[in-house]
């Protein structure tokens, strides 16, 4: 088995220039038509590990209109173990697996070997997958399959498609030799030679290709970057950015990270679901997937997070969910049955929506996670007040005037704060306090009857609550709230949030209120308050900015000046998403999400 597997490497890779090809690069990225049963990926993953020489990242973005079982993965991998001592595809296809879920239609970015290798996966009819995505490949696959099995991938459209993704030297391979291929691809520019084992070719056209749009900004030596801010985006942005070979500094005002609004002792994952799958629904699940795999790479479950999935009351009983989902998948969230209403001590009739891919997580462990990954740098004590271009980069001030850091690249992530950089961004201060405080005895035991005991699921609708979570010292800590005050900066808890974060939870869920009413009258109740930053219309900022403002406004945005800022009450679901896109736009590497979504997160969009 063992030499089937050197086999097909032999047979797949070399023929493709692999991985002699890559040997030094800082990057690789490949494109294929058809996912299959993923072989192809995993015999270039398998590659990819075995190879000293190999690129930092490796980008591998498949096209798929029908995805198969994660168990017709497995099963198609078994006849590839590897030598001796080593993992063969079977063992690489167990990762695989595990993530592989709610493919719905549309861009799904799987990250493996710590973010290092990443599988784009796009859902869907391949062409208009094709037409959301735009980078310049290193490596064209073809689909194993000839026009018979998917005669749509072979169209002459189809193939002229696959070749905007070339730039001058880009290899191309097939198993398909067919003459009407053959002559498609040489009309679209490549160079053909017809092999034993298949198709082989360069893309070479005779003639000076046009191309839609300026060519993407390429970063291909990382250098040194300052961060401002410690929350959740920028400890992102300094994780994804220091995957790729950047040496980080992130700054903050205050003597520790996530002092700020992503300081709160315990936060929510969880989608947004609309019957029309909304913008706002589709960045969310995207969102989830990316903190997903930090949270699964980084954190210890049941310590810093735990996926309980998250139940959300429909105050207006639309428990509606686009066309064409049903309760098998593959989507992950669906209409609440009496079981889960029951489990978490709500009645049977009760409109809600159960999310199976939805957590409970620490911020703060999150984030102190990502600040210890190599090439970062935390500082403290650090109130970054003034921004000046020097030597094609930065230098960063303090108020008094004292030098702070230089940097070729800043990206501002100080949250309601960053329009002191960046005044011409719409952005909104929204003040939040919630209630917390320590479970009481008798409401954690779980033989109780669910109606005596605080849920261990959590629960949002008009509010949320969180209970059961582990703190190092005494019982778990429910938490509640939050109350949304816009244009509001006071960190001072006010009465009337506190009365306000009662009456929610009355209403959310009035068991858990009856449970904790004793903790509220004797003033047992803590209070926690942050300030949250929202854009104009409530998605994240990531994009270049200058002293002005973005593209589009007052001046030009001044170069290496970045923003990831604007997550809103959101910034569990966005800031690995957003630290990504910024990554990946520096790198003109494939992005994470389709080219629509990703502009809706961009600066340039206001």
Request: aromatic letters at 6%.
């Amino acid at each position: 088995m063992a030499a089937e597997l050197a086999q097909a490497r032999h047979v797949f890779l070399s023929g493709r220039g692999l991985p002699q090809a890559w040997a030094g690069q800082p990057q690789w990225l490949i494109l294929e038509t058809g996912f299959g049963l993923g072989l192809h990926f995993l015999t270039t993953w398998h590659a990819w590990r075995s190879d000293p020489e190999r690129p930092r990242m490796l980008h591998y973005v498949s096209t798929e209109a029908r995805p198969v079982s994660a168990e017709e993965l497995l099963r198609a991998a078994q006849a590839h173990p590897g030598p001796p001592g080593q993992p063969g595809l079977a063992s690489l296809a167990g990762e695989l697996a595990a993530q592989w879920h709610g493919l719905l239609p549309g861009f799904h970015r799987l990250a493996f070997d710590d973010g290092r290798v990443l599988l784009t996966l796009c859902i869907g009819d391949a062409q208009a997958m094709l037409r959301a995505q735009r980078f310049e490949a290193d490596s064209l696959f073809l689909d194993d399959f000839g026009p018979r099995e998917d005669p749509a991938l072979w169209s002459p459209d189809a193939l002229k498609a696959v070749s905007r993704f070339a730039r001058q030297g880009t290899a191309i391979a097939s198993w398909n030799t067919a003459q009407p291929v053959r002559d498609a691809l040489r009309q679209c520019g490549f160079m053909l030679e017809e092999r034993d084992d298949g198709l082989r070719g360069v893309f070479a056209p005779a003639w000076t290709v046009r191309r839609r749009g300026p060519v993407p900004e390429r970063i291909d030596t990382p250098g040194r970057c300052a961060v401002i801010g410690a929350g959740l985006a920028g400890a992102a942005v300094a994780a994804s950015l220091a995957r790729r070979g950047w040496q980080v500094t992130v700054l903050d005002a205050a003597d520790r990270p996530a002092a700020g609004a992503s300081g709160l002792p315990v936060g929510m994952l969880a989608p947004h679901v609309s019957p029309d799958d909304a913008l706002l629904s589709r960045l969310t699940r995207a969102g989830i997937r990316a903190t997903w795999s930090e949270l699964v790479r980084l954190l210890e479950e049941g310590r810093d997070w735990r996926a309980s999935g998250v139940l959300e009351r429909r105050p207006d009983g639309d428990t509606r969910v686009p066309a064409g989902w049903s309760g098998d998948g593959p989507n992950e969230s669906w209409p609440a049955n009496a079981e889960q209403l029951a489990a978490v001590g709500l009645p049977g009739d009760t409109p809600a929506l159960w999310h199976a891919r939805a957590a409970w997580v620490k911020p703060h462990q999150l984030i102190a996670a990502w600040l210890r990954q190599p090439g970062v740098e935390f500082r403290g004590g650090c109130h970054v007040a003034r921004l000046e271009p020097h030597a094609g980069g930065w230098q960063l001030f303090d108020a008094d005037g004292e030098w702070l850091a230089d940097a070729d690249r800043v990206v501002v992530c100080a949250g309601f704060e960053s329009g002191r950089f960046a005044p011409a961004l719409p952005l909104q201060s929204v003040r939040g306090q919630v209630a917390w405080g320590p479970v009481p005895d008798g409401t954690a035991d779980p033989a109780l009857p669910p109606l005596t005991t605080l849920p261990t699921t959590p629960i949002n609708g008009d509010g949320h609550l969180v209970a059961q979570v582990p703190v190092p010292h005494g019982p778990p800590i429910w938490l509640a709230g939050a109350t949304f005050d816009r244009d509001s900066t006071t960190l001072e808890p006010t009465e009337a949030d506190s009365l306000a974060n009662r009456d929610r939870l009355a209403r959310l869920h009035p068991a858990a209120a009856a449970a904790l009413a004793g903790t509220f009258e004797r003033g047992e109740v803590h209070t926690w308050v942050g300030v949250r930053c929202a854009s104009g219309d409530r998605r994240p900022l990531v994009g270049p900015i200058g002293p002005l403002g973005p593209i589009g406004a007052i001046g030009a945005p001044a170069a290496g000046l970045w923003a990831c800022t604007a997550l809103g009450s959101r910034g569990l679901s966005f800031a690995a998403l957003c630290a990504e896109l910024l990554a990946a736009q520096w790198h003109a590497e494939p992005l994470p999400l389709p080219a629509t979504l990703a502009k809706a997160l961009g600066t340039q969009r206001l």
